[in-house]
């Protein structure tokens, strides 16, 4: 399969799921990022999806941890491991990583079916 036909899968069932509740969607649904700043969740797709794919655990630090250990590091972390966006509810990708997990395996099972 193309990888970027999976990917447009991935971002297809995370808008339907996970934007429906972003704190950054205007009243009308409508992503109110824009401007220079991209969401974090469509900028890292294929590094999330990777991670989820990659762990099998029942237990979400796992899924966090190497969230921070592969995406953060890239992003706006500091060298102490501090990020200001995840702080605050500003990092959509740390607010919404539970749902974005629980998205990608229930894609994942359908694959298999």
Same mark, same amino acid.
């Given at each position: 399969?193309?990888?970027?036909? %999976?990917?447009?899968?991935?971002?297809?069932?995370? %808008?339907?799921?996970?934007? *429906?509740?972003?704190?950054?969607? @205007?009243?009308?649904?409508?992503?109110?990022?824009?401007? @220079?700043?991209?969401? !974090?969740?469509?900028?890292?797709?294929?590094?999330?999806?990777?991670? &989820?794919? *990659?762990?099998?655990? %029942? &237990?979400?630090?796992?899924?966090?941890?190497?969230?921070?250990?592969?995406?953060? &590091? %890239?992003?706006?972390?500091?060298?102490?491991?501090?990020?200001?966006?995840? !702080? *605050?509810?500003?990092?959509?990708?740390?607010?919404?990583?539970?749902?974005?997990?629980?998205?990608?395996?229930?894609?994942? !099972?359908?694959?298999?079916?």
């Amino acid at each position: 399969m193309n990888p970027n036909h %999976s990917l447009e899968r991935y971002k297809e069932a995370l %808008s339907k799921i996970v934007c *429906t509740q972003c704190l950054e969607k @205007s009243g009308r649904g409508i992503c109110s990022i824009g401007g @220079s700043e991209e969401c !974090a969740i469509n900028r890292y797709l294929p590094e999330v999806v990777s991670i &989820v794919e *990659t762990i099998e655990s %029942s &237990v979400m630090h796992d899924y966090v941890h190497e969230l921070h250990n592969v995406v953060c &590091v %890239s992003c706006r972390e500091n060298q102490d491991g501090v990020c200001k966006l995840r !702080a *605050t509810p500003g990092c959509e990708l740390d607010l919404y990583f539970p749902l974005i997990v629980r998205t990608i395996k229930e894609l994942q !099972a359908q694959k298999k079916e």
